[in-house]
T-cell receptor, first 112, second 114 residues
Framework: DAEITQSPRHKITETGRQVTLACHQTWNHNNMFWYRQDLGHGLRLIHYSYGVQDTNKGEVSDGYSVSRSNTEDLPLTLESAASSQTSVYFC???????????FGPGTRLTVT | KNQVEQSPQSLIILEGKNCTLQCNYTVSPFSNLRWYKQDTGRGPVSLTIMTFSENTKSNGRYTATLDADTKQSSLHITASQLSDSASYICVVRRYGGSQGNLIFGKGTKLSVKP
């Protein structure tokens, strides 16, 4: 069955370190997204991609970057982790037909 | 400003009871509205999608309604089960908006007690 996976599921890192969160989907979807979810906020869009070599900034993109070298993967990089980036991160994908997004299981990131 | 407001923030009900969750939005122009269910520790999963012309749609024990004139939607859960304990998120898409242009509500956390 097609799926979307994220790794690691939990990560603890120190302030200032570079961190990369992986997202892999086997739906063959062109569109992929990264969100963060914090208490008191809805899901907030960090970056998204419509296809290979395409990336776009979302609502809360500062301090994050993505690259899309193939259809299946959209890794999210925190260039220099900050405590404010402690959050749960969700990756999602969609095929653009009715825009339903399929979400991964999430990565809980703690920056100490 | 495009916003999605959900109420209540949290709700506790007894197993077997019914409940209704509310979603009010100011998103314009409107394209569609989705309800997602998010179990603890998991990603959201779509329950149903409502377009402008649809008033009611059911998915098992879940029934969503949409009033496009008043910009309100509700999600009614019938004969609740323990497995219904989750957060329910209302998401509205703007017409003509990009794939990234979804407006998310903060969710309603539902707890079903035995």
């Amino acid at each position: 069955d097609a799926e979307i996976t994220q790794s690691p599921r939990h990560k603890i890192t120190e302030t200032g370190r570079q961190v990369t969160l992986a997202c892999h989907q086997t739906w063959n979807h062109n569109n992929m997204f990264w969100y963060r979810q914090d208490l008191g906020h809805g899901l907030r869009l960090i970056h998204y991609s419509y296809g290979v070599q395409d990336t776009n900034k979302g609502e809360v993109s500062d301090g994050y970057s993505v690259s899309r070298s193939n259809t299946e993967d959209l890794p999210l990089t925190l260039e220099s982790a900050a405590s404010s980036q402690t959050s749960v991160y969700f990756c999602a994908s969609s095929d653009g037909t009715d825009y339903e997004q399929y979400f991964g299981p999430g990565t809980r990131l703690t920056v100490t | 400003k495009n916003q999605v407001e959900q109420s209540p923030q949290s709700l506790i009900i007894l197993e077997g009871k019914n409940c209704t969750l509310q979603c009010n939005y100011t998103v314009s122009p409107f394209s569609n509205l989705r309800w997602y269910k998010q179990d603890t520790g998991r990603g959201p999963v779509s329950l149903t999608i409502m377009t402008f012309s649809e008033n009611t749609k059911s998915n098992g024990r879940y029934t969503a309604t949409l009033d496009a004139d008043t910009k309100q939607s509700s999600l009614h859960i019938t004969a609740s089960q323990l497995s219904d304990s989750a957060s329910y998120i209302c998401v509205v898409r703007r017409y003509g908006g990009s794939q990234g242009n979804l407006i998310f509500g903060k969710g309603t956390k539902l707890s079903v007690k035995p």
